[in-house]
């Protein structure tokens, strides 16, 4: 995100009563000049640090480029929306942030302010263009584009969805000109596009129909032993596949087992909004190959929502999955 959009997302989400002026700086050392004013009159100038932060090493790098600002004026880091782990290590370590979902940290002589809890407002998403069935079926053609031709029970099997499905999402296909059967055998037409967009439909098609239970965080992932046919998603899958890029927060577990057995079995409360999600498993007999795990992993950091995920999404796509990323990000 430029720095431009970083401060229009933090002059759109100020707290109430609050304006902030801004200019911007050439001299190498800081990005600009701001000139915070409060409810009461109040004012309150920084030099600003504006940067996009995904993770604590960005922020760490925050602070030791703002530790080299002018000692008379305080520093103010403008950044996207911060998790809450990040907000509270801004908070232990002194750092002045505001964010674009409106969240502040703000403590210098003359004028404290403290907000928190606040999430950016997302974009009304369009409906899906695939249903749950063809997105089934999908996931396991893209993945691994060996099965194209398995028989219509092997696909079924393998995608946990009828035979009739089977036929109906292959219809679908060949009416939307995704897909083409000759004597050679089937054939998935313009094969990136169909990948990006199930990537994208997977928000609204698939992921709110699966049955899922929130439970409370461990105090260590890693003591946490999948059962057999069990695989991590989301940001523990992310700092897997991303070589350790992204120090996971939250975890998701796909499981083919009962929700509840899992969750006694794993000793951990249920919880509203907790940071372990188990999600029952939407296919079947299928062992997922690494590209299936991308492909599930980059569609459940989308869904978040969250800027430092989206960053790991590039990264595991531009590992795993080579789709354009102007497509797959909307730029």
Same mark, same amino acid.
């Given at each position: 995100?430029?720095?431009?959009?970083?401060?229009?997302?933090?002059?759109?989400?100020?707290?109430?009563?609050?304006?902030?002026?801004?200019?911007?700086?050439?001299?190498?050392?800081?990005?600009?000049?701001?000139?915070?004013?409060?409810?009461?009159?109040?004012?309150?100038?920084?030099?600003?640090? +504006?940067?996009?932060?995904?993770?604590?090493?960005?922020?760490?790098?925050?602070?030791?480029?703002?530790?080299?600002?002018?000692?008379?004026?305080?520093?103010?880091?403008?950044?996207?929306?911060?998790?809450?782990?990040?907000?509270?290590?801004?908070?232990?370590?002194? +750092?002045?942030? +505001?964010?674009?979902?409106?969240?502040?940290?703000?403590?210098?002589?003359?004028?404290?302010?403290?907000?928190?809890?606040?999430?950016?407002?997302?974009? %009304?998403?369009?409906?899906?263009?695939?249903?749950?069935? %063809?997105?089934?079926?999908?996931?396991?053609?893209?993945?691994?584009?060996?099965?194209?031709?398995?028989?219509?029970?092997?696909?079924?099997?393998?995608?946990?969805?009828?035979?009739?499905?089977?036929?109906?999402?292959?219809?679908?296909?060949?009416?939307?000109?995704?897909?083409?059967?000759?004597?050679?055998?089937?054939?998935?037409?313009?094969?990136?596009?169909?990948? %990006?967009?199930?990537?994208?439909?997977?928000?609204?098609?698939?992921?709110?129909?699966?049955?899922?239970?929130?439970?409370?965080?461990?105090?260590?992932?890693?003591?946490?032993?999948?059962?057999?046919?069990?695989?991590?998603?989301?940001?523990?899958?992310?700092?897997?596949?991303?070589?350790?890029?992204?120090?996971?927060?939250?975890?998701? +577990?796909?499981?083919?087992?009962?929700?509840?057995?899992?969750?006694?079995?794993?000793?951990?409360?249920?919880?509203?909004?907790?940071?372990?999600?188990?999600?029952?498993?939407?296919?079947?007999?299928?062992?997922?190959?690494?590209?299936?795990?991308?492909?599930?992993?980059?569609?459940?950091?989308? %869904?978040?929502?969250?800027?430092?995920?989206?960053?790991?999404?590039?990264?595991?796509?531009?590992?795993?999955?080579?789709?354009?990323?102007?497509?797959?990000?909307?730029?």
């Amino acid at each position: 995100m430029k720095e431009e959009q970083l401060l229009s997302g933090v002059l759109e989400n100020l707290p109430k009563g609050f304006e902030l002026q801004y200019e911007h700086s050439n001299n190498g050392v800081h990005d600009g000049w701001g000139k915070l004013t409060g409810p009461s009159g109040e004012t309150m100038t920084f030099a600003l640090e +504006i940067k996009q932060i995904h993770r604590k090493e960005s922020l760490i790098a925050a602070r030791e480029q703002m530790a080299r600002f002018p000692g008379n004026v305080p520093a103010l880091l403008v950044c996207n929306r911060l998790t809450s782990t990040l907000a509270e290590y801004c908070a232990e370590s002194q +750092i002045n942030f +505001i964010d674009t979902a409106g969240n502040a940290h703000i403590q210098v002589p003359g004028l404290y302010l403290l907000r928190e809890g606040r999430y950016e407002k997302k974009p %009304v998403v369009a409906s899906s263009r695939f249903a749950e069935g %063809v997105m089934k079926l999908l996931f396991v053609l893209l993945s691994s584009p060996e099965t194209l031709n398995d028989t219509y029970r092997s696909l079924a099997e393998k995608a946990g969805i009828s035979l009739g499905m089977v036929s109906k999402a292959f219809d679908y296909l060949e009416a939307q000109r995704y897909y083409r059967k000759s004597q050679q055998g089937r054939r998935l037409m313009n094969e990136e596009e169909l990948q %990006v967009l199930w990537l994208k439909d997977y928000a609204t098609a698939l992921r709110p129909k699966l049955d899922s239970l929130s439970l409370s965080a461990p105090v260590s992932w890693g003591e946490i032993a999948l059962a057999s046919e069990e695989y991590w998603g989301g940001e523990i899958a992310a700092a897997q596949l991303s070589g350790g890029y992204l120090i996971p927060e939250t975890g998701v +577990i796909f499981t083919p087992h009962h929700l509840l057995q899992r969750r006694k079995e794993l000793g951990l409360k249920p919880v509203s909004g907790g940071k372990l999600q188990l999600i029952s498993r939407f296919w079947k007999h299928f062992a997922l190959s690494r590209k299936a795990e991308a492909m599930l992993c980059v569609a459940e950091l989308l %869904v978040s929502g969250d800027d430092r995920n989206r960053e790991a999404a590039r990264i595991i796509n531009d590992k795993y999955l080579h789709l354009n990323e102007s497509d797959l990000f909307s730029y």
